[in-house]
């Protein structure tokens, strides 16, 4: 098993932002950019850390997605997987990322690539229903 060190935030930030496509000199910037909003942060858990970015995430996710009634953790991933389809590393600027303001086409593409998944189910317990074998005895003797 290989074991990894990590440097600092700014490593761990990194990692995160190229998942959603942030590259060179863009992912440098995008990481300046949530790195100074997280610059009280003290902990080397890089979980931690990456909860504190997800944090600024939703924000985000929350103004774009008005009505959706999401739990958190759907919402956050409803909006990861958005702005990658979207290509939001290209479209969007570190400092819209940073006063969570992503681009008005950025987010109407985002918008169009929600997916509503289909209602909540209820589940009942349902009443035992009675058979009636007369027509079946009809349809053998018949």
Known sequence: MVALKLLSKDDVIAA?????GFQGERLAAAVSAISADLKTFSSDDGEA????VDL?????ARKIFLHAELADEQL??????????AGGAE???????????????????MRQLFMVNAPACHYQEMPAQSL???SIEEKKHG
């Open 16 to 20: 995160y932002l190229k998942s959603f």
């Open 49 to 52: 850390l990456i909860k504190k």
């Open 56 to 60: 600024i995430l939703l924000k985000t």
């Open 76 to 85: 956050l991933a409803q909006f990861k997987l958005c702005f990658i389809l």
């Open 91 to 109: 479209k969007c600027s570190p400092a819209a990322l940073k006063t969570l303001s992503l681009p008005e086409s950025l987010i109407s593409e």
């Open 132 to 134: 009636d074998y007369s």
